[in-house]
Nanobody, 126 residues
Framework: QVQLVESGGGSAQAGESLTLSCAAS????????MAWFRQVPGKEREGIAF????????TYVDSVKGRFTISRDDAKNMLYLQMDSLKPEDTAMYYC???????????????????WGQGTQVTISP
């Protein structure tokens, strides 16, 4: 079972950048499908960036496409989310997630991943 710990959240102004990191332990993430989710109070958690093992394929929701970049360093067991051109609507709790199932990747926009970090808050002011 993999454990995930996020870091790098905080406050920024619109237009600025932040980088989130996720440290994994308890197993290598090499074979895992990884993703970043976020949640605004009162709303469902939303998957925003997805990484296929080896980062050979990444996908994004439209709201972050072109502004956010997901990447991973399997040797270091790390997942990252580079967030540029931040907007106030990006304010949310951000979660690092992992799932070993191909079935999850094929249904990643609707299925909840198996493993979650505790989350890190990102707050963007106008």
């Amino acid at each position: 079972q993999v454990q995930l710990v996020e870091s790098g959240g905080g406050s920024a102004q619109a237009g600025e950048s932040l980088t989130l990191s996720c440290a994994a332990s308890g197993g290598t993430i090499f074979w895992y499908y990884m993703a970043w989710f976020r949640q605004v109070p009162g709303k469902e958690r939303e998957g925003i960036a997805f990484s296929y093992p080896g980062n050979v394929n990444t996908t994004y929701v439209d709201s972050v496409k072109g502004r956010f970049t997901i990447s991973r360093d399997d040797a270091k067991n790390m997942l990252y989310l580079q967030m540029d051109s931040l907007k106030p609507e990006d304010t949310a709790m951000y979660y690092c997630t992992a799932d070993p199932r191909t079935s999850w990747w094929l249904n990643r926009t609707t299925m909840r991943p198996r493993y979650w970090g505790q989350g890190t808050q990102v707050t963007i002011s106008p």
